[in-house]
Every structure is written in C-alpha cells, then in structure tokens.
C-alpha cells in the first residue's frame, strides 16, 4: 500500500517577488536559476511526471516546457503578495486526487536536497497513523527574545540558562513539507494539526535578500568544490 502512494511534488513560484525582483528566475549557480535547480535536484530523485511547477504565466512556464514537467497556472487573485498562504495551499491542493499526497517544495531554500530521506520517513508515519504530515525544519538553539523584550526558554541575570541547554526551538525551513491532500483541503495546512519535524542536517535557510542571494551562491559553489 505505502509503495503505492501517490506524491506529487509541485514547486510555487509567482512572478511578482518584491525584496529580490525576478528571484526564481534569474541567474543564481552555473546561470541556472533557483527554480531550475530545484528542478535539477527533484530530477535526481523521482521522474518528471511527479513534478509540477504552480504559478503564474510566464517565465515559469516556459522552464516547465524545457524540463518537461507539468505547468498549472494559478489565479492571478492567489499569486500575489496579498494572497493568504491558506488559500494558495488550498487552491493547489485542489488540483490533486483526495487520496494522493502532495510534497510543497519551496525553490528558495537551494541547500535542502534530501528527497529520499523525507518521503521515506513520510510514508512510514503515515503507515504509522501518529502524524498528520511531515515537515523539514532547522533545529534552533539560541537565546531569542520576543518583541516585548521577553526571553523564550530562559532568562536574565541568574535565570540565564547555557545555549547548550536551552529547549530546542525548530524554524520550518521550507525544504518539503508533505502532506495528504484531503488532509490539506480540510485544515488549510500543508501538514496538516499535527506534523512530524524533523531536521534532516542540510544547511536551510530560505533566500528573502539580496545578501542571502548572494552569500548562497558563495556557500553552493563551495559545496561544489
């Protein structure tokens, strides 16, 4: 049954990004854009008709057509900034059989590659029927303070508490994030009330500036040595 589970792997992108304009597209490593990567890297896993790109016309449609992967464009209303992430998961969840699964992978985030690792854990935990979905994320352990000056997980003066034993924080970091696709529609979750996180060790982060752009591409050709 768990060999006969449908994942689809469907990468969003929208044209209108606004603190790194045209970031999916434009030349990042060996000038393939992030988009074309993560395309590049789902390749090496699974086959192209498991893959779809989900956005808006254009430029994204047009790496679709040259990678010989499924295009399904989004209404224009959910492609912009003002879109609630809810509403576009639902809407590409929509798209889907109820019992198929859909893995969310977000191009942004170009260290996170293990594919293999998280649909394998994927199918076990749903075989095993405790999680709802599963969730890539980076273990946190920092002393973080909230907006009201409050600290999380320790405190100030003798209260203070050794990073190395504070409580784990975790950040999704948005390398995958599965979930079953009625599941999805129900909860306007991608992983549904009760995910499994889990850090798979990849060095994830997503790219929202143009010095993260630029420092990935130092970090990637690095890790290409």
């Not at 449908?6 to 969003?12: A, D, E, R, Y």
């Not at 798209?95 to 394998?120: G, Q, R, V």
């Amino acid at each position: 049954m768990l060999n006969k589970m449908k994942i689809h792997f469907v990468i969003p992108v929208r044209n209108g990004s606004e603190r790194i304009p045209n970031k999916n597209f434009r030349p990042f490593l060996n000038n393939k854009s992030l988009l074309e990567l993560k395309i590049e890297q789902l390749l090496n896993f699974t086959s192209n008709n498991c893959i779809s790109i989900n956005g808006d016309n254009g430029p994204a449609k047009d790496i679709a057509d040259k990678y010989s992967i499924s295009f399904i464009e989004r209404d224009k209303s959910l492609t912009s900034s003002t879109a609630k992430p809810h509403d576009v998961w639902q809407n590409i969840a929509k798209n889907y059989n109820d019992d198929d699964h859909l893995a969310y992978i977000l191009c942004n985030n170009p260290f996170f590659d293990a594919f293999e690792d998280s649909t394998k854990m994927y199918r076990k935990i749903m075989q095993e029927g405790i999680f709802s979905g599963l969730a890539s994320v980076t273990i946190v352990k920092k002393h973080l303070i909230d907006k009201n000056g409050e600290p999380l997980g320790f405190g100030f003066g003798e209260k203070w508490i050794p990073s190395e034993k504070l409580n784990y924080l975790f950040e999704i970091n948005g390398g995958i994030q599965i979930g079953k696709v009625s599941e999805i529609i129900k909860t306007k979750s991608l992983f549904g009330n009760k995910p499994k996180l889990f850090d798979f060790g990849c060095q994830s982060f997503e790219i929202d500036s143009l010095l993260e752009f630029e420092n990935s591409i130092a970090l990637l050709k690095s890790k290409f040595k």
